[in-house]
């Protein structure tokens, strides 16, 4: 289960990715944030954005709030 | 202020060759009859399509009778999908493609699995190069009727192993149909494949033409209503004044093909090179070696792919994207997606023989601010 949610359902790329990006700073590191978002480009931004940042990317799942991606703070 | 343009959408549309031009003014005067007839006037008309073909021909290495014109890139990929698959519906219904071919590839393996068919899209690498492990599997697999790969991609510039996938579908008995668009005219063909498509306007031919080849002693079957032009491959009258200077533009374009690519390809280097070292947070995709020597991508963390294009055209830029945002579908490219490389902020340029270098100087200079203007708009700087 994750840490917290982080609701982007709605937010076109790339939004999501810079709203997973301002959090994860935030958070202790192992934490796991889940980013929801339903715009389709996110299921390729966002793990995009982890191997860029050096970020865990978790997994993708869809659940009943759609299509959500889990990241672990590394770092 | 107002910038002078420089356009570097090639990839899309090179500008039309003086060549072409000169002979779509030559075949407006000479060239509009039915080639079919039994008049002078035809007779006329006959002889420039027939020199169109030869010509063509000869630059593609096949024969004329082996060589159609269409009336787009897209036609000829359609009518090379279809028409593989349905000469050979009695081996099988399945049809191997790579991941990233072009929609116009895409959508006919659509209509394919709506008709009842299967499709396989073959992963690609990181790189965008076709897994040629998953490939040979696939088109060794029972019932695959026809396999199809893009030469080199139009979105990342990535040149595919085309001789090992085609020596992967000799020995299982499997046509190997190639989308040649981004090739024809700058670099050399590969070999081992049955069917081509091509398209004239990326070469510095006019829009509206395709060419479709089917090598002898291939089965394929057209998938249109009968027509007896084009050597029953695709219907209709062709558009003969823009066949006649898209053949022209070939020929032109690959006798400069040499001289193109080692003035281009050092372009495209320089600004990947570039891009990397001087925007911050970018992407760079594509081989960095195997690659066409006249296109290039990156995409940009954080930065809306449709901003960032009309920010450029702002500066007189004319690129290309395939950001979700710029595309009509709002899906990110499946080339992109295949890839697994960021999508948004994405940007591709393509380079033509008018092309200058201070024309990419003036995109280098101008390329960081723009980015860093828009990433500060969005208040995005230091994430
Ligand atoms: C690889 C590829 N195939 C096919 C096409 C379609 O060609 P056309 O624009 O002539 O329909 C294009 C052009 O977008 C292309 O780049």
């Given amino acids: 289960m994750p840490d917290e949610v982080l609701d982007c359902r709605g937010q076109r790329c790339p939004l999501p990715v810079i709203a997973a990006a301002r959090r994860m700073p935030e958070v202790p590191v192992g934490t796991v944030v889940r980013v929801l ?38 770092h | 202020m107002s910038a002078s343009p420089v356009y570097l959408d090639a990839a899309t549309a090179a500008p039309l060759h003086p060549v072409a031009r000169q002979a779509l003014l030559a075949a407006l005067d000479d060239g509009w009859a039915d080639p079919g007839k039994l008049y002078t006037q035809a007779r006329r008309a006959r002889q420039l399509l027939d020199a169109a073909r030869e010509a063509t021909a000869q630059t593609l290495g096949v024969r004329a009778d082996e060589l159609s014109f269409t009336p787009s890139g897209t036609a000829a990929a359609h009518g090379a999908v279809l028409g593989g698959l349905a000469a050979r519906h009695r081996v099988g219904s399945r049809l191997v493609h790579s991941a990233i071919e072009h929609s116009a590839v895409l959508h006919a393996a659509e209509r394919h699995v709506a008709a009842g068919g299967t499709a396989n899209a073959v992963p ?32 990342v510039g990535t040149v595919q192993p085309v001789a090992e996938a085609a020596a992967a579908c000799a020995d299982a008995g499997v046509p190997l149909y190639v989308d040649a668009a981004q090739s ?14 091509a398209s004239a306007h990326k070469w510095g031919g006019p829009p509206g033409v395709g060419v479709l080849a089917v090598r002898k002693g291939t089965r ?24 006649v200077a898209a053949a022209a533009s070939l020929r032109a374009a690959a006798a400069d093909a040499a001289a193109q690519e080692s003035r281009l390809a050092p ?33 940009c963390l954080y930065v809306d792919g449709e901003a960032l294009l009309h920010a450029l055209d702002r500066r007189g830029f004319a690129v290309s994207s395939g950001s979700s945002c710029t595309s009509s579908t709002l899906r990110p490219s499946h080339v992109l997606e295949a890839m697994g490389v960021l999508s948004h902020g994405n940007v591709r340029v393509s380079l033509h023989r ?14 960081p601010g723009i980015v860093a203007g828009l990433r500060a708009e969005a208040g995005v700087v230091g994430l």
């Avoid at chain 1, 389709?40 to 299509?67: H, S």
């Avoid at chain 2, 696939?138 to 790969?149: D, E, T």
């Avoid at chain 2, 394929?220 to 066949?243: C, H, K």
């Fill in chain 1, 37 to 74: 978002a339903d715009d389709p480009a996110a299921a390729v931004d966002i793990p995009a954005w982890c191997r860029m940042r050096g970020q865990e990317f978790v997994a993708a799942i869809t659940g009943p709030d759609g299509p959500a991606y889990d990241i672990r703070r590394a």
């Fill in chain 2, 124 to 155: 690609v690498d990181r790189l965008g190069r076709l897994d040629l492990t998953a490939w040979s599997d696939a088109v060794r697999a029972p019932g695959v009727a026809l396999a199809a790969l893009i030469t080199a991609s139009h979105e």
């Fill in chain 2, 184 to 197: 024809v005219g700058r670099v050399p063909l590969p070999a081992g494949w049955s069917v081509l498509s």
């Fill in chain 2, 220 to 243: 394929w079957e057209s998938p249109w209503p009968a027509d007896e032009r084009e050597g029953g491959r695709t219907p209709g009258a062709v558009n003969l004044p823009a066949v």
């Fill in chain 2, 267 to 299: 372009l495209v280097d320089r600004i990947r090179a570039r891009v990397a070292v001087e925007v911050p947070d970018v992407e760079v995709v594509g081989d960095p070696v195997h690659r066409l020597p006249h296109l290039v991508t990156f995409s």
């Fill in chain 2, 354 to 367: 008018e092309t200058t270098e201070a024309d990419v100087e003036r995109f280098l200079a101008e390329l």
